[in-house]
């Protein structure tokens, strides 16, 4: 049973828009979420988290909202840059010391 | 130089072959963790480990063993490797629960 869902598997944005990527989690024990980018050949890097008392954190051009009561996560990036292009994973974990990840959202930034 | 490092970073062996994967970590982090990372899918949790005493169990031990010889190693071992284990292998370190783990760049292991 998948606890964390990330339901594109592929997103596509112009230079310039915004990028929303959307992450579902079943889990209500899920108390810090956190976002992962990974290039090819190297590993997810942090890129952003939020714990389940907020519901908006900001870094830059990165935002994650989260909305505890529909268990739904999104990372907004504006302006999104071709750089942004990677696969993004979202994880999510309680009190145990047990990241849960999705799948993966594939974003491709075009010019 | 990479705060967590992997060797190696790809390996191809055969069926039935004992494997042993290392990390090793500049970051003075007590944790670390070891995922694996099939085609289209999301990471998944081999072992962790809290300190060198302290060694636990993820979502998908069964066919791996651990140890962790110091603080700064942990290695990753396959006693008897099968195809099915073929996927990409990633170490990680966090300093606490409610920090962010940091990942090596993985080794890529084919098992034919």
């Known amino acids: 049973d998948q606890q964390v869902k990330q339901n594109s598997p592929s997103l596509s944005v112009q230079e310039g828009r915004i990028s929303i990527l959307n992450c579902d989690y079943t889990?209500?024990?899920?108390?810090?979420f956190l976002w992962y980018k990974k290039y090819p050949a190297e590993g997810p890097t942090f890129l952003i988290s939020?714990?389940?008392?907020?519901d908006k954190n900001e870094d830059g051009r990165f935002t994650v909202f989260l909305n505890k009561s529909a268990k739904h996560l999104s990372l907004h990036i504006v302006p999104s840059q071709p750089g942004d292009s990677a696969v993004y994973f979202c994880?999510?974990?309680?009190?145990?010391?047990?990241?849960?990840f999705g799948t993966g959202t594939r974003l491709q930034v075009f010019p | 130089d990479a705060d967590v490092t992997q060797t190696p970073r790809n390996r191809i062996t055969k069926t039935g072959k004992r494997i042993m994967l290392e990390c090793s970590q500049t970051?003075?982090?007590?944790?670390m963790y070891w995922y694996r990372q099939d085609p289209g899918l999301g990471l998944q949790l081999i072992y962790y480990?809290?300190?060198?005493?302290?060694?636990n169990k993820g979502e998908i031990s069964d066919g791996y063993s651990v140890s962790r010889q110091a603080q700064a190693k942990f290695s990753l071992s396959l006693e008897s490797a099968i195809p099915n284990q073929t996927a990409l292998y990633f170490c990680?370190?966090?300093?606490?629960?409610?920090?962010?783990?940091?990942f090596g760049d993985g080794t890529r292991l084919s098992i034919l």
């Open positions: 990680a370190t966090s300093s606490s629960s409610n920090q962010p783990q940091h």
């Open positions: 889990n209500s024990m899920f108390d810090y």
């Open positions: 939020i714990s389940s008392i907020k």
């Open positions: 994880a999510a974990k309680g009190n145990t010391d047990k990241l849960i």
């Open positions: 970051k003075g982090h007590d944790r």
């Open positions: 480990s809290f300190d060198v005493k302290d060694i």
